[in-house]
C-alpha cells in the first residue's frame, strides 16, 4: 500500500525483530499523515531516496528495540531517516529550512535523523549524544 508516492506501509512498518509488526487503521493514517507533510517533501526536495530504518513500531517491537513506551514510533507518528549522500545533520538543515511540520526532530548520535509529526507541532529540534553511557538530548543542532 502507497502512502505517498515514494513510500509504502512496508517500508514504514518493517522490522528486524521478527516480531509482527501490523499498525491499526489509526496508525496507518498517522503514517500517511507523516509520509505526505514531511517525508514524501524532503524527498521531492533532496531528490534522492529517504530510507527509513524504523517507522511505525508495535508495543512488542517497541519493547524489543528499546524503544521509550510513549515513543512516537508507537503510534505512526515518527520515522528515523537517512538520505544517500546527506549527513544527519544536513538533513535536519534541509527539514528545518524547508518549514516542514514537524513535531520533534532529532539528530541521532551523528548516525541517523528522527523525524515526528503530529499530534503537536512544536518543531522542537535536538541533538542526542552519549555523556558517560547515557543518551542525552542537547537543544538545537550540535
Not at 77 to 88: E, L
Request: with cysteine; aromatic share 6%; net charge positive.
Amino acid at each position: 500500500m502507497k502512502l505517498s508516492e515514494h513510500f509504502t506501509l512496508a517500508e514504514l512498518t518493517v522490522t528486524g525483530t521478527g516480531i509482527p509488526n501490523p499498525p491499526s487503521r489509526e496508525e496507518v493514517e498517522a503514517l500517511r499523515a507523516l509520509c505526505v507533510n514531511v517525508l514524501q517533501p524532503l524527498r521531492d526536495h533532496v531528490r534522492v531516496p529517504i530510507v527509513v530504518s524504523s517507522g511505525f513500531r508495535s508495543a512488542k517491537v517497541n519493547a524489543a528495540v528499546g524503544g521509550a513506551p510513549s515513543s512516537q514510533h508507537r503510534f505512526g507518528q515518527a520515522a528515523d531517516i537517512n538520505a544517500a549522500g546527506i549527513g544527519p545533520r544536513a538533513l535536519c538543515r534541509t527539514i528545518i529550512d524547508l518549514g516542514l511540520p514537524f513535531d520533534q526532530l532529532i539528530q541521532e548520535f551523528g548516525r541517523w535523523v528522527h523525524v515526528s509529526y503530529g499530534p503537536r507541532h512544536r518543531r522542537q529540534v535536538l541533538t542526542a549524544v552519549k555523556q558517560g553511557g547515557r543518551t542525552v538530548y542537547l537543544p538545537g543542532l550540535v
